[in-house]
C-alpha cells in the first residue's frame, strides 16, 4: 500500500513543489496465483485521488469519487466498462506470454502497467509517461521522445521489436499522451476542483519511543500530496542521522508522512533542532522545535493509550487500508516493482501486454 501511493503521487524530495503540477493516472494489473484476488484490476487517478476501479469479479468500471459519479453519465461509464473488459483479455494473454521466457508456470506473478500525463499550469509544460513491470521488475517503457521502446532485460527485447513495427500505434499513442490525456486530466480537474484544488494545514508533533530511540517529524492531515518534512540544526538542513518516510494517505483523503532524526538527547539539548514542513500550495512553514516539552511519549508508562508513539498514525493507516482495499491488487503490482525499479519513470507513450493484438483498443480516456 505505501509503496503504491509513494509511485501515484510522485512525491519527491525537494524544499519546493509547484501547486499548479497535475496528473492523470491509470494503473493496470494482472496477476496470476493469488487466491482470491482478482486476475486484473484498473485503477485511474487524478493528483494521486482515485476515480475510476475495474476488477475481473465485478466486471464494470466504477466511480471512487461523487464528482465523478455526478459529472458522468451511463455512457461514459459503459464506455470505461467495454475499454477494461479488453484491457482484462489482453493482459490475461500477456502474463501467460511472458512466462516462459522466465522459464516460468505456477507462483505468483504480477504485470503491471502504469501511464498518464502531467501538466503544469503554470508553465504548460506537459509530460507523458507509460512503463510496464513483470514481477517487480522493469519490463519496458516507451521513449515519447524517439517513440521507440526501451528494454532494460533480455526477456523483453521480443517485446519491444514487436511493438517498435506498429509505426502506427506508437504514433497514435504519442498522441493520447500528450494531447488526449491532458484533455481530459483538465476536464477532471474541472469536475473536482472543489476537492482536487484545495489545501489543508498538517498537524505536526514530535514522537519518540524512549528516549534513546531516534526523534520522529510526525505531519498528518494536509492535502494535497505534495510535502517535506525535513529537519534542521541550527538554521541548516540536517542530512546525516535522517530518514525519510513515504506520504501515506489518511482516511479522509488527507495524507500523512514522518521524518526521523537519529540524535542524542545531549546534542539536541545543546544544540537547536527543528522539524520543518512545507506543503504544496501553501506559502507557510510549519515548524516544531525539538524541546523536551514538545516530545510525545509514553515512555515509563505501563498502559499505553491513543497517545502511544507507536500506535499515533497507526489508526490512519488501517483506514486506509480499509478505505483502498479495492486497490490491494494494484498495490500488489506496483508495490513490487517500484521498490525494484532502477530506472523510473520515462517518458512515455502507451500501449498494454505482450499478445498480438497489444493495447489495441485498450487505452482509456
Not at 524544499?15 to 503540477?21: G, I
Amino acid at each position: 500500500m505505501k509503496g503504491f501511493i509513494l509511485v501515484v503521487l510522485g512525491v519527491g524530495l525537494l524544499h519546493c513543489a509547484s501547486a499548479a503540477t497535475h496528473s492523470l493516472r491509470y494503473v493496470y494489473t494482472a496477476t496470476s496465483g493469488i487466491p482470491a484476488f482478482p486476475e486484473f484490476v484498473t485503477v485511474g487517478l487524478v493528483n494521486g485521488e482515485p476515480i475510476s476501479y475495474y476488477d475481473s469479479v465485478i466486471r464494470r468500471e466504477t466511480p471512487r469519487q461523487d464528482w465523478m459519479a455526478k459529472s458522468e453519465g451511463p455512457d461514459y461509464w459503459e464506455r470505461e466498462t467495454l475499454i477494461s473488459i479488453g484491457a482484462e483479455q489482453t493482459f490475461k494473454v500477456g502474463i501467460e506470454n511472458i512466462k516462459p521466457r522466465f522459464n516460468q508456470t505456477g507462483g505468483v506473478h504480477t504485470w503491471v502497467n502504469m501511464y498518464g500525463c502531467e501538466w503544469d499550469e503554470d508553465t504548460g509544460v506537459t509530460k507523458g509517461f507509460n512503463q510496464f513491470g513483470y514481477d517487480g521488475e522493469d519490463f519496458v517503457a516507451f521513449d515519447l521522445k524517439t517513440k521507440t521502446w526501451i528494454a532494460p532485460t533480455p526477456q523483453a527485447v521480443i517485446t519491444k521489436h514487436k511493438w517498435e513495427r506498429d509505426i502506427a500505434y506508437n504514433e497514435q499513442r504519442k498522441y493520447y499522451l500528450t494531447q488526449t490525456c491532458i484533455e481530459w486530466l483538465k476536464k477532471y480537474l474541472d469536475y473536482g476542483k472543489s476537492t482536487l484544488m484545495r489545501t489543508v494545514p498538517p498537524s505536526v508533533s514530535l514522537l519518540q519511543k524512549t528516549p534513546s530511540s531516534p526523534v520522529t517529524c510526525h505531519a498528518t492531515g494536509f492535502y494535497p500530496s505534495g510535502v517535506m518534512v525535513f529537519w534542521q540544526k541550527d538554521g541548516q538542513d540536517q542530512h546525516e542521522d535522517v530518514e525519510h518516510g513515504e506520504t501515506l494517505p489518511n482516511d479522509d483523503g488527507t495524507f500523512q508522512k514522518n521524518t526521523h532524526l537519529t540524535v542524542t538527547p545531549e546534542e539536541w539539548k545543546n544544540n537547536k533542532y527543528r522539524c520543518v514542513v512545507q506543503v504544496t500550495g501553501i506559502k507557510e512553514d510549519f515548524i516544531k522545535v525539538l524541546t523536551e516539552s514538545e516530545i510525545q511519549t509514553n515512555w515509563g508508562k505501563t498502559n499505553r493509550g491513543a497517545n502511544d508513539p507507536n500506535t499515533i498514525g497507526l489508526a490512519p493507516i488501517i483506514g486506509v487500508a480499509v478505505a483502498l482495499l479495492v486497490v490491494v491488487v494494484a498495490v500488489v503490482g506496483v508495490v513490487m516493482w517500484k521498490k525494484k525499479s532502477k530506472t523510473g519513470f520515462v517518458p512515455a507513450s502507451t500501449s498494454d501486454t505482450d499478445s498480438e493484438n497489444s493495447g489495441k483498443g485498450a487505452q482509456k480516456t
